[in-house]
């Protein structure tokens, strides 16, 4: 069976697909007209599989022989050039297997979707919808904010060689967990959203991974370095644009999200990112 196939984004695919994707039932296995850019596979009765030489997709729906579907066919479009391979619509497989993507246009469904169709196979059902594609949606839904930086304030002046304390205020919008669902073509995806850590480039050529908010400076706590999420300059920001370092505080957000319906889940990945400032002087000591 096929995997799923993926709802493509149609900026994507609407300029490939739409004007040169079309069913021609009086050809036998022809391919249709396209771009320059395209290898258009037209659908018939045929039994021939994309990936063989002059051969044509099998209408969505049916299971191939001489039978036609009642259902209006379906044209399978070989996107070419192949998206790059870390792209979504590849669903897990590599150029090293024999297979390639397909957009999907059907007469009696908006716009452009995406399969991976392995050499030889016809396709032999209608797409579906993807859940990942629908927990994203979800996602996008949700208010996903950068951290909101408490420390260093960008009022504050700090001295080298002094441990520095970072802490982000948590809230749902700015660590979670928040959560959201989506529904498309019968297929409801819930989707759960929280920060996993935060990246900080302190502007000075070093970063710093904390796995939470971290914990806030306290006077009481006098010079000691933060327990969880820290760090030291150790060089003025005299020389650095307005004198202050330009550091950036990135939010990786992991969403979990599931489809009971499909018994299906996963998990990915979005990021967020907030600017702060952090003004560094010398210690000027007085015989």
């Known amino acids: 069976m096929l995997k799923r196939a993926t709802a493509a984004a149609v900026a994507l695919l609407a300029g490939t697909l739409a004007p040169t994707a079309h069913a021609d ?14 290898i258009t596979v037209c659908a018939s009765d045929s039994g021939s599989a994309p990936g063989k030489a002059g051969g044509a997709a099998t209408p969505a729906g049916t299971s191939g022989g001489s039978s036609r579907s009642s259902k209006p066919l379906c044209t399978y479009t070989r996107l070419d050039p192949q998206p790059p391979a870390e ?5 897990g497989h590599d150029r090293s297997e024999r297979g390639a993507v397909y957009g999907v246009n059907c007469p009696d469904q908006q716009g452009a979707r995406t399969v991976w169709i392995p050499d030889g196979q016809a396709p032999d059902a209608a797409p579906v919808i993807d859940p990942e594609v629908v927990a994203r949606r979800a996602a996008a839904s949700m ?7 408490a420390g260093p304030r960008a009022a504050g002046t700090y001295v080298v060689g002094m441990p520095m304390w970072m802490w982000a205020t948590p809230s749902p919008s700015t660590f979670g967990p ?22 900080w480039a302190m502007g000075d050529g070093t970063t710093v991974t904390c796995h939470g908010p971290g914990t806030p400076y306290k006077t009481s706590r006098e010079v000691t370095s933060s327990p969880d999420c820290g760090h030291l300059y150790e060089r ?33 990945t979005e990021t967020r990112t907030t600017e702060f400032t952090a003004e560094i002087h010398e210690v000027q000591v007085v015989n």
């Open 87 to 91: 792209n979504m619509f590849w669903k």
């Open 178 to 199: 928040v959560t959201a669902s989506a529904t498309a073509g019968g297929v409801t995806v819930t989707a759960t959203a929280k920060v996993t850590t935060v990246r």
């Open 25 to 38: 039932g009086g050809r036998d296995g022809g391919v249709c007209e396209g771009t320059a850019l395209t």
């Open 236 to 268: 003025a920001s005299y020389e650095e644009p307005g004198g202050r370092y330009q550091g950036t505080a990135t939010a990786h957000w992991t969403i979990t999200w599931t489809a009971p319906a499909l018994n299906d889940g996963g998990t990915f």
């Open 143 to 149: 208010r996903l904010e950068g951290p909101k930086v």
